[in-house]
């Protein structure tokens, strides 16, 4: 947990993308009550707080070139986690009761070809 906040401080002095997505610092704290989820531990689902950021999320990145800024970002934050299973990355929204998409997301991911967050599209 250490870590993550130390992580959590280093983002914000990072500068944002050049559109309206959520910065990353602001994308970070959204998604850090995720991290035991994604990470595969004994979490069977994901809790309130992470849901919560979850959907903040999805409501703020309404473009192709925010969901991108949104990709990159997560991408970033956790290729510093350590160990996590991407499949979980693809089952928040479900678990959250969220109708839209999310990739699973790794250090391979091409972010400027993912569709994510189209809401039952």
Same mark, same amino acid.
Not at 40 to 53: A, I, Q, V
């Given at each position: ?9 280093? #983002?914000?002095? #990072? ?6 997505? @959520? ?15 994604? $990470? ?5 689902? @994901?809790? =309130? =707080?992470?849901? $919560?950021?979850?959907?903040? #999320? ?6 192709? @070139? %925010? ?18 299973? /991407? ?5 928040? /929204? ?8 999310? /990739?699973?997301? %790794? $250090?391979?991911? %091409?972010?400027? $070809? ?8």
């Amino acid at each position: 947990m250490t870590r993550l906040i130390g992580f959590l401080a280093v #983002l914000l002095f #990072l500068s944002s993308a050049a559109n309206s997505a @959520p910065s990353c610092p602001t994308i970070t704290q959204q998604v850090a009550p995720c991290l035991s989820f994604v $990470k595969g531990g004994s979490d069977t689902k @994901p809790s =309130e =707080e992470c849901c $919560k950021g979850v959907k903040e #999320l999805s409501v703020n990145a309404n473009s192709r @070139p %925010d969901r991108e800024a949104v990709c990159k970002c997560l991408k970033q934050v956790l290729s510093s986690v350590g160990n996590y299973n /991407p499949s979980q990355v693809s089952l928040l /929204p479900k678990k959250c009761g969220l109708s839209l998409n999310l /990739p699973p997301i %790794d $250090k391979n991911t %091409d972010c400027s $070809k993912v569709g994510m967050f189209y809401h039952g599209e």
